[in-house]
């Protein structure tokens, strides 16, 4: 059973720092690309950032310079360093990844982690 586990959340002050970690276990044969979403309270989920498995990154406008996403393909985890944290950070942040599950086929399963709370607060 294939499962995206998450650590790393918790309350920091503004202008602190968290890393958030996510990996992948069970039996699969591939993941492109993985991502971090969040969703804060009355909001909609949001993506806000990605990596294929060759490096390429891609970040939404309010996280780029402060934000960086790396992963590493041996483990198969991904990464979210968060820095220079804001009050509007605050979300539950949850991992994803479409996972492709047998060489026969290239059929993506979807799999969410089950989200870790970042809470920036004075």
């Known amino acids: 059973q294939v499962q995206l586990v998450e650590s790393g959340g918790g309350l920091v002050p503004p202008g602190g720092s968290l890393r958030l970690s996510c990996a992948a276990s069970g039996t699969f044969f591939s993941i492109n690309v993985m991502s971090w979403y969040r969703q804060a309270p009355g909001k909609q989920r949001e993506l806000v950032a990605s990596i294929t498995s060759g490096g390429i990154t891609n970040y939404t406008d309010s996280v780029k310079g402060r934000f960086t996403i790396s992963r590493d393909n041996a483990k198969n985890t991904v990464y979210l360093q968060m820095n220079s944290l804001k009050p509007e950070d605050t979300a539950v942040y949850y991992c994803?990844?479409?996972?492709?599950?047998?060489?026969?086929?290239?059929?993506?399963?979807?799999?969410w982690g089950q989200g870790t709370q970042v809470t920036v607060v004075s």
């Open positions: 994803f990844a479409p996972i492709q599950k047998t060489w026969a086929t290239d059929m993506l399963w979807h799999y």
